[in-house]
């Protein structure tokens, strides 16, 4: 959705926005458990429709310097999701016994379609199934996801942050300067034995204002060739698992899994260990827009685009 530079036209956007989020929300999922339903659990899973993939996009001033890649973290997305889900889980509810159980991902994140979600009917029975065959009172699932107000967020603010694992360069300003944020964006439903979801704890953005990193601490630049060597991959990869991390505690925090008093003693820290096994994905970064970009179409979007002068843009579109 392109909202262009109108004010009208984007305080329009944002009316209609925070209507439909009014709406929607009258009827939107509970964000804790009920009584009844922390009394009738017993046993539990935990399921991650997370990817091991983590998108890696750079933004650069001129679109065609623009590329979009990812590289994949091998277990330690699932790995971390387990562990800090287990400790939160634990701390609050010490009771419940938590099953490890075998599920196909790829399969499931089929039948938990965008829009629909939990609620299609092929993704209830699944994990319906899922409950019925491992004798299973609930089933707490990590998805990869962000909130509409997360995404109307994004476009204001041009982030281009996607849901799931998302490492951002971008070029902010004509001095070269750029910045790095390292995001996980994720919410946790807790799904029903019957396949119905019981509770969803979801993190929006307005909630979790997060400062952009200095990308000479990752030891990234704008050569994405160079930030595709295993040791930058290894920075980057454990910034990812620390941030999934802390915004996981926040969807348990949501969730009501905490005590009030001293919310963040209940939160569990993962602290990743440098290893060079992270490594990019087998197809290489490709660029957002062509490269055939004409001198006059590169030349027509910098003086459109950017502030630089003539002889600037002339510069930046002749190399």
Same mark, same amino acid.
């Given at each position: 959705m392109n909202l262009g530079s109108n004010p009208i036209t984007r305080?329009? +956007?944002? !009316?209609?926005?925070?209507? !439909?989020?009014?709406?929607?929300?009258?009827?939107?999922? *509970? %964000?804790?458990?009920?009584?009844?339903?922390?009394?009738?659990? #017993?046993?539990?899973?935990?399921?991650?429709l997370? *990817?091991?993939?983590?998108? !890696?996009? #750079?933004?650069?001033?001129?679109?065609? $310097?623009? #590329?979009?890649?990812e590289f994949?973290?091998?277990?330690?997305?699932?790995?971390?999701?387990?562990?800090? $889900? %287990?400790? @939160?889980?634990? #701390?609050?509810? *010490?009771?419940?016994?938590?099953?490890?159980?075998? &599920?196909? @991902?790829?399969?499931?994140?089929?039948?938990?379609?965008?829009?629909?979600? =939990?609620?299609?009917?092929?993704?209830?029975? +699944? =994990?319906?199934?899922?409950?019925?065959?491992?004798?299973?009172?609930?089933?707490?699932?990590?998805?990869?996801?962000?909130?509409?107000?997360?995404?109307?967020?994004? %476009?204001?603010?041009?982030? &281009?942050?996607?849901?799931?694992?998302s490492v951002l360069l971008k070029n902010n300003s004509l001095d070269g300067d750029s910045r790095l944020v390292i995001r996980a964006n994720l919410s946790v439903a807790v799904i029903g034995k019957n396949g119905e979801v019981m509770a969803v704890g979801a993190v929006p953005a307005k909630l979790d204002n997060v400062g952009a990193l200095k990308p000479d601490d990752y030891d990234v630049s704008d050569d994405m060739k160079h930030n595709h060597r295993p040791e930058v991959l290894d920075k980057l990869g454990r910034g990812v698992i620390v941030d999934l991390a802390r915004r996981l505690n926040l969807c348990f925090d949501s969730l009501g899994f905490v005590d009030k008093s001293s919310p963040e003693s209940q939160h569990i820290e993962v602290v990743p260990q440098p290893d060079a096994v992270i490594a990019p994905t087998e197809k290489p970064p490709v660029q957002a827009a062509p490269a055939t970009?004409?001198?006059? %179409?590169? !030349?027509?979007?910098?003086?459109q685009y950017t502030d630089r002068t003539k002889e600037q843009c002339f510069d930046a579109c002749n190399k």
């Open positions: 305080i329009s +956007a944002i !009316f209609i926005s925070a209507i !439909f989020l009014m709406l929607s929300g009258c009827a939107s999922t *509970p %964000q804790h458990l009920t009584e009844e339903n922390k009394n009738e659990i #017993k046993s539990i899973a935990i399921v991650s997370v *990817p091991e993939s983590v998108n !890696f996009d #750079k933004i650069g001033i001129i679109s065609f $310097s623009s #590329k979009s890649t994949d973290m091998g277990s330690k997305v699932t790995d971390s999701i387990l562990f800090v $889900s %287990q400790g @939160r889980i634990a #701390k609050s509810h *010490p009771d419940w016994v938590v099953k490890n159980v075998e &599920y196909d @991902r790829t399969a499931l994140l089929a039948k938990v379609k965008p829009g629909t979600g =939990f609620r299609a009917t092929r993704a209830k029975e +699944a =994990f319906a199934d899922l409950a019925r065959n491992n004798n299973l009172d609930a089933i707490f699932v990590v998805r990869a996801s962000a909130d509409e107000e997360d995404n109307l967020h994004n %476009q204001f603010e041009k982030n &281009y942050l996607r849901e799931g694992l970009e004409s001198f006059d %179409q590169c !030349f027509s979007r910098c003086r």
